[in-house]
């Protein structure tokens, strides 16, 4: 199994769970978590959500030879049922809080699902990166609208076009992260931080976390939307056809007939 799910002391646990393949993310696994967070949301004995990863890696986001093989929009379909978007929607709906622990490297989706976490800890080892431009894409999960609005527009800039690397204590720098932690604690940290809403007030929680997320929420799902028109759009123009063949034959894109 893929995705690993575990409820214990009010915590819902989502655990990526594919080290072999740097917990690169299938369909099946998108629905899965989506299932999960619907389930958490669901069930009353649930106080908070904790997504994590494996030791060293977080997720390095899409499993690219999965995604081609069943992209968004395939065949006529609805780009909107479509699991990613379902997993999308289904984190954005979560009325309870959600802790991520960031094991590793949050690459992709990796990084900018944590946009939409309550609270985010980072391990001292991770790397994070927002490769979409590089890949022949563009920014996916409201990043384009929420990346600049926490980094401003230049440092936006070089994540989201240029795709650099940054490391944790630029994530808690510009907003994205809590804090950092030794390796060998940020799970046990974020778990303790979860199962501190065991001692609070649930239906407070849940509405304090709402007038949180209400002034952008049409927003943050309009802009959705329209990453994902244009992110599916994307898949299968000439360039990102040229850097998904060059990624499967381990060589440097060539964007130079384009």
Avoid: W
């Avoid at 696994?29 to 106080?47: C, E, I, S």
């Avoid at 986001?61 to 069943?70: H, P």
């Avoid at 959600?98 to 976490?117: E, K, Y």
């Amino acid at each position: 199994m893929t995705i690993k799910t575990a409820t214990l002391n009010g915590v819902a646990t989502i655990e990526i769970a594919r080290p072999e393949k740097k917990n690169a993310l299938t369909l099946a696994m998108y629905q899965a978590m989506a299932d999960a967070l619907h389930a958490a949301a669901a069930d009353q004995a649930v106080r908070a959500v904790l997504i994590t990863g494996q030791p060293g890696i977080f997720t390095s986001g899409n499993d690219i030879e999965d995604f081609m093989a069943r992209p968004p929009g395939q065949g006529g379909s609805n780009a909107e049922d479509s699991p990613v978007f379902q997993f999308m929607r289904a984190l954005l709906a979560c009325d309870k809080p959600v802790v991520a622990a960031v094991t590793g490297g949050a690459i992709g989706i990796g990084t900018t699902m944590l946009l939409h976490c309550d609270f985010v800890f980072v391990s001292d080892e991770a790397r994070l990166a927002m490769p979409f431009v590089a890949l022949g894409l563009v920014p996916e999960f409201a990043s384009s609208l929420l990346v600049p609005q926490l980094m401003g527009h230049r440092r936006a800039a070089e994540k989201l076009l240029l795709g650099d690397p940054f490391t944790p204590e630029q994530a808690v720098d510009c907003g994205i992260a809590t804090a950092v932690l030794p390796a060998g604690e940020v799970v046990n940290h974020a778990r303790r931080v979860a199962e501190r809403f065991n001692h609070l007030p649930p239906s407070a929680v849940q509405a304090a976390k709402k007038l949180l997320r209400a002034p952008q929420r049409e927003q943050v799902l309009a802009t959705i939307r329209t990453e994902g028109e244009l992110f599916a759009q994307r898949l299968r123009s000439p360039e990102a056809m040229e850097a998904f063949q060059a990624f499967f034959q381990k060589r440097k894109p060539d964007f130079s007939k384009f």
